[in-house]
Nanobody, 125 residues
Framework: QVQLVESGGGLVQAGDSLRLSCSAS????????MGWFRQPPGKEREFVAG????????YYADSVKGRFTISRDNAKNTGYLQMNGLKPEDTAVYYC??????????????????WGQGTQVTVSA
């Protein structure tokens, strides 16, 4: 079974950049679609970005489009979320998720079967 571990979160100022990483424990990650979700304080978890198994197809929430970039390196069993131009409203716990054995990306939380533990991103004004 695939296990996911996020890293790269932290405290930054508005306008700064961060790159989150999602390391997978098994090679089955390379055949899994992947997504990033986030849960702001006091709010429900929401979709941020998704990528298909090969990296050829990506999709973003409107709130991050043009600022965030999702990517993956299947040779390293690792996914990434590059976040530029961070805003205070990006403050949240960020989770990576995988759809093991499903190639196509999804924006729906319930279609992901494997989740990381989350990493905190805090953006100060």
């Amino acid at each position: 079974q695939v296990q996911l571990v996020e890293s790269g979160g932290g405290l930054v100022q508005a306008g700064d950049s961060l790159r989150l990483s999602c390391s997978a424990s098994a090679r089955t990650f390379s055949s899994a679609a992947m997504g990033w979700f986030r849960q702001p304080p006091g709010k429900e978890r929401e979709f941020v970005a998704g990528i298909n198994w090969s990296g050829a197809s990506t999709y973003y929430a409107d709130s991050v489009k043009g600022r965030f970039t999702i990517s993956r390196d299947n040779a390293k069993n690792t996914g990434y979320l590059q976040m530029n131009g961070l805003k205070p409203e990006d403050t949240a716990v960020y989770y990576c998720a995988a759809r093991v054995y499903y190639y196509r990306l999804s924006t729906r939380e319930q279609e992901y079967d494997t989740w990381g533990q989350g990493t905190q991103v805090t953006v100060s004004a």
